[in-house]
């Protein structure tokens, strides 16, 4: 039977596509859209053919196909996935699980483990072995360091044997050499995955692994970045502990006198802690683990955060302590045989909301960036990567530029996105929009929209900046980005603080690209929002003449 579907779900290379169970059993030979695949799985228990089990068969057995590695791979345009999206209730559930399974890392095959527990396991198997074997590049020891993301892909035969790895999209150069090494390393050693199963069938798939270089790991790949004299020995457990204040008294033990200081700490931080307004604004609360030396001279050095809970709370903690040395506060150093010494101390940084502020309601809007797997840097750094501009078509407008904003949802379990709406401000066309929505797919499964403030129906917003990279015009692409970030940053400001010079830096940015519809949009709102009412119904009156798509406020007309 056929288990046919409106509009269908891919445009499979057979004459003609007739049914979801053709395109389905022939994904890998044929030219299919996985993300309209993948929506519709997410979804499965609405639509309307879940309610037959031979079509909910179908859906699952793509589902294996379709999820990739949370945090290591996932599936893009046919490649094979790792992490399984199936019906508990679904009685034909062992059989299907015996008859079609995704790739994953080895060492998760014991007995009694559901297909499910040993893909979670595979995870993080497969993160683990990254983290052992992942070297940071010295341009990692930079103190402006940004979480990295590299993508990996490689083919998973069927023998399990690993090979072929490959950067698809190059980004950093010593970032991508050393992710790349990894996978090299596996395929050197011969780590055998367990392949795919195609009915019943071991075949060969490829996979796309994802490589973070996070704060964690960086801080663990130079953990003294602020290195001491090679003589300055560095003490856990000297004579004399360091001490604040009045913690040091005659017959106390080192660790009430280690304690009391790290309670004075801590009185400090609870003090001065301004929460961060990402983590604020949507309920973040936890544990940030910090190290540091306090040196022969008093005053703490080689910081080291050993976690970061993200949303600007690692950032809050390195401002805390150098706060302390803004105000002079100076420990009494440790002594070991009535020496001064160095000596390493450990405390807790908490991140607590009292019950006033945490939120009561679901945000109905969000900007996303901070939410991204390595941050808001980390964000810009792959969208600086993986955003595409399309070659234009058009000879008349070979050095094409524009933005398209992109309204969406973010499903909290899988963190894969899915398009709302799309506003082409300076009509760059069908092709501009493509590659809005091909780089949102790129995200896939890169979000962390698990927290309090964040629901299901929450929207999404980007800017996305294009524009053509071509001999006629090789720095426009460059330029462009940067004025547009820098306009996105300037009327936040203006909107929030009323700032005249964030006013004229839109200006400045209308001046260098009089005919982008986004820029003057951004500086009419503005001068609306502030006041010059005017002044911003004149910019926002050229923006809808050029673009009727964009609406003029009631007030103006």
Not at 1 to 27: G, W
Not at 104 to 126: D, N, Q, V, W
Not at 154 to 165: C, Q
Not at 477 to 496: R, T
């Amino acid at each position: 039977m056929l288990c046919r579907v409106s509009p269908p779900p891919c445009a499979c290379k057979l004459n003609p596509p007739t049914s979801f169970a053709h395109c389905a059993s022939s994904s890998f030979q044929h030219d299919c859209n996985f993300n309209s695949f993948k929506s519709l799985l997410l979804n499965t228990k609405s639509n309307t053919m879940s309610n037959n089990p031979v079509c909910r068969v179908v859906a699952l057995t793509m589902g294996l196909f379709l999820f990739a590695f949370a945090k290591d791979a996932y599936t893009q345009n046919g490649e094979a996935a790792a992490i399984v999206i199936a019906d508990k209730n679904d009685g034909s559930k062992s059989a299907l699980n015996a008859l079609n399974q995704p790739p994953r890392f080895p060492g998760c095959e014991l007995a009694g483990r559901s297909i499910e527990e040993k893909i979670k396991c595979a995870e993080e198997k497969l993160q683990q072995y990254i983290t052992d074997n992942l070297q940071y590049p010295d341009a990692a020891k930079s103190p402006d360091f940004k979480p990295v993301m590299v993508r990996v892909r490689v083919t998973v035969d069927a023998n399990g044997k690993v090979h072929s790895p490959r950067i698809p999209d190059l980004g950093i150069k010593e970032y991508d050499a050393n992710a790349l090494a990894v996978l090299k390393k596996m395929e050197r050693d011969d780590v055998r995955w367990l392949p795919a199963i195609t009915d019943g069938q071991a075949t060969r798939t490829p996979v796309m692994v994802t490589v973070v270089y996070g704060w964690e790991g960086r801080n663990k790949a130079f953990p003294t970045l602020d290195k001491p004299d090679e003589e300055d020995e560095i003490y856990e457990l000297p004579d004399d502990m360091p001490a604040l204040g009045t913690c040091r008294q005659k017959g106390r033990k080192d660790e009430h006198i280690r304690d009391c200081s790290l309670e004075h700490l801590n009185d400090f931080f609870l003090q001065h802690l301004i929460y961060p307004e990402d983590a604020l604004r949507i309920g973040l609360e936890g544990d940030i683990q910090v190290e540091f030396v306090v040196g022969r001279d008093g005053h703490i050095r080689n910081l080291a955060l050993k976690n970061d809970i993200g949303l600007g709370c690692g950032e809050e903690v390195k401002r805390l302590f150098h706060l302390l040395k803004e105000k002079n506060i100076v420990w009494l150093p440790g002594e070991e045989n009535g020496e001064k010494v160095s000596v390493l101390l450990k405390t807790t940084v908490r991140f607590r909301l009292k019950s006033s502020e945490r939120p009561t309601v679901k945000m109905a809007n969000a900007d996303p960036k901070p939410f991204f797997a390595t941050g808001k840097a980390g964000y810009e750094y792959f969208q600086d990567t993986y955003l595409k501009s399309p070659k234009t078509k058009d000879p008349a407008q070979p050095c094409a530029f524009g933005v398209v904003d992109v309204k969406f949802k973010i499903n909290q379990q899988t963190g894969a996105p899915f398009v709302l709406e799309m506003l082409d401000y300076n009509n760059l066309g069908k092709e501009f929009k493509a590659a809005a929505t091909a780089f949102l797919q790129e995200t896939s499964g890169q979000w962390r929209v698990q927290y309090p403030a964040l629901g299901s129906e929450t929207q999404y917003f980007l800017s996305l900046p294009f524009a053509t990279n071509s001999a006629a015009c090789p720095d426009l692409l460059k330029g462009y980005k940067e004025v547009i970030y820098q306009a996105l940053s300037d009327a936040a400001l203006a909107d929030k603080e009323k700032s005249a010079t964030s006013m004229e830096a839109l200006d400045k940015a209308v001046r260098l690209f009089p005919a982008d519809n986004k820029i003057r949009h951004l500086r009419g709102m503005a001068l609306y929002k502030t006041g010059r009412t005017l002044e911003g119904c004149v910019d926002l009156f050229f923006v809808n003449k050029q673009n009727k798509e964009i609406p003029v406020p009631a007030n103006c007309k």
